[in-house]
């Protein structure tokens, strides 16, 4: 996939990042947010929008991306911080952190969605869909998404009734039913439905 709209942001700015995250509506497991500034000539053969590739797909681009990116950083946001934030604020406190921890002086961001968080306000701009449109988010979606998949397996491994490798935490039927029966883990997100509704802990 050829990513023209990137082109005319480095023709601007010398270091541009794209912006993405993984994990907003899962029950359980924490919120993975990426920041990736990639070399402006930079093309990597198959990238895309981390939803729209295959799990080998995006393990392949990770070390790809890991290997080549100019500047990269991944942010987890645990349950406990989506809780006492939401998830909106979480999300933007977590693209915060994702840009400012990064080893380099941004000149401008790419954020996936349609919010900037307050703290990038200045050199940022929001872009719809941006994973399928701009190189440096879709980069930041794969490295947010295969981040919080092996976080989740490794999750699976703990509390294996729950199938988190199967369902990564999203509120599946299977999943909703084993939280009915077991009860919540220290994983999951108390403030999300169906969790919050359950008065017993694991």
């Known amino acids: ?6 082109v005319e942001f480095h023709k601007k700015y010398k270091i541009v990042a794209g912006v993405d995250e993984a994990g907003r509506g899962p029950l359980a497991g924490p919120l993975v947010v990426a920041a990736v500034v990639l070399p402006a000539k930079l093309r990597i053969e198959g990238l895309n929008d981390s939803k729209k590739l295959s799990e080998k797909k995006r393990e392949l681009l990770f070390h790809q991306i890991i290997e080549k990116a100019s500047y990269y950083k991944i942010v987890e946001i645990s349950p406990e911080k989506i809780d006492e934030l ?6 933007m406190y977590g693209m915060e952190r ?12 790419l954020i996936d969605g349609n919010r900037v968080p307050n703290g990038l306000q200045e050199f940022s701009e929001a872009m719809v869909k941006g994973d399928g449109r701009f190189a440096s988010i879709a980069a930041a979606s794969i490295l ?3 981040t919080r998949d092996r976080i989740m ?10 199938n988190f490798a199967k369902n990564k935490g999203y509120p599946t039927k299977e999943h909703v039913a084993a939280l ?14 169906p969790v919050q509704q359950l008065s017993f802990d694991f």
């Open 1 to 6: 996939m050829i990513f023209k709209n990137e």
């Open 86 to 91: 939401n998830i909106l604020w979480a999300t």
């Open 98 to 109: 994702s840009v400012l921890e990064l080893d380099c002086e941004v000149d401008f961001c």
């Open 144 to 146: 947010a998404k295969v």
């Open 153 to 162: 397996l490794r999750l699976h491994d703990e509390f294996p009734v729950y």
């Open 180 to 193: 009915n029966r077991y009860g919540i883990t220290p994983h999951h997100r108390k403030s999300y439905k």
